[in-house]
């Protein structure tokens, strides 16, 4: 691969439209400075400073595509009908992402996770303590028909889909097929980004698992070249894929294309570009697929795909927590390496 030549084409990543279809959530950060011990118990009081509101899960794949095209990203998801719904959507708003097919459920909790931190003159800041809401059961029947009904409405408007399970419930076997199908009737790139029941998302354009993810689901370590080439086939025997991406930390990447034989496939790996300033590889993964998903629907080769992926993730993990990048980011990283 040409690194001008992918430069050349960085600028199409603006055109396609993408959907995001799965578990959506906020990351709230409130933080404060130590201000003494408690009477009535023994904990810190914290003099209230800041809060945050970070996109996180599937809304940070969504904040992803929405930075690198400029807002041409769409959500579909469920949210609770109480005061974090509103944050997220506004959030979500924010970020220049259409909330227009998001579903609002009177019995589920809107996914909100708060990291409460505390920090004093004499120390850096840290987390004190995390408090998670959310509902994890499966969508209700009438809920799951909603969301089912609003996937055959949006998914004709863009040209690709992404999604995105954090194992909260919203994507059910149903919601799955009705995206694949749906996704595949109109000819549409569709990429999923999953941690495990890998079996469930046969008919997807692609997948985007990391190293030990992928080696749970294929029963074995993929620790060496053999290793990895029999992971490639197993996955098209499996699921029948055309693309399987796998992220291998500071390994960096690998991407199987699968081709008209049965169980054939090209393997084409790539280092890791940033290896010395990870800080955080929280929401890596979002910015992985949102990269790659916006590469293939911009008409790149899924080797380019991959490269713009590995881009994307090693300018996040340089900073805290779930962030994003942006068209120009990625051109002046792209310059920056020497080679692919």
């Given amino acids: 691969m040409e690194k001008c030549e992918i ?29 003494r011990i408690s009477r009535e118990a023994p904990v810190l009081i914290l003099q209230h400073s800041e809060t945050k509101i970070i996109l996180g899960t599937a809304s940070n794949a969504a904040h992803n595509i929405s930075s690198i095209n400029c807002g041409k990203a769409g959500a579909i998801g469920v949210l609770g009908d109480d005061y974090y719904g509103g944050v997220l959507i506004k959030a979500l708003n924010d970020a220049k992402i259409n909330t227009d097919f998001m579903i609002v459920d009177k019995n589920r909790k809107t996914t909100t996770k708060t990291r409460i931190s505390g920090s004093c003159s004499q120390s850096i800041t840290q987390q004190i303590v995390r408090i998670d809401r959310q509902t994890k059961m499966p969508l209700s029947p009438d809920i799951e028909a909603k969301v089912i009904e609003n996937i055959k409405k949006a998914v004709p408007l863009y040209d690709g ?96 294309e699968n081709h008209s034989e049965a169980s054939k496939c090209v393997m084409t790996k790539i280092p890791a570009f940033n290896k010395k300033e990870v800080f955080d590889v929280t929401g ?28 994307a993730a090693s300018i996040v993990i340089r900073q805290f927590g779930c962030h994003t990048t942006n068209l120009e980011e990625l051109k002046s990283e792209l310059n920056n390496i020497k080679e692919i």
Avoid at 225 to 240: S, V
Avoid at 285 to 298: E, M, P, R, S
């Fill in 7 to 35: 430069l050349k084409k960085l600028d199409k990543l603006k055109e396609p439209k993408i959907l995001i279809i799965g578990d959506f959530a906020i990351d709230e950060m409130v933080f404060g400075q130590t201000e």
């Fill in 284 to 311: 890596a993964g979002d910015t992985v697929v949102a990269a790659f998903t916006l590469a293939l629907c911009a008409g790149m080769t899924a080797a380019e795909a991959m490269v713009v992926g590995n881009l």
């Fill in 161 to 256: 889909v992404i999604l995105s399970d954090y194992h909260l419930g919203c994507l059910t076997q149903n919601v799955i097929k009705a995206a694949i199908d749906t996704a595949n009737e109109y000819g549409k790139v569709i990429v999923a980004d999953i941690q495990k029941d890998m079996e469930r998302y046969k008919g997807v354009t692609a997948i985007t698992p990391n190293q030990p993810d992928s080696e749970k689901f294929l029963g074995y370590f993929v620790n060496d070249e053999a290793a990895l080439k029999k992971a490639g086939e197993d996955f098209y025997k499996k699921l029948g894929l055309k693309y399987t991406l796998i992220t291998r930390g500071e390994k960096g990447m690998v991407l199987f």
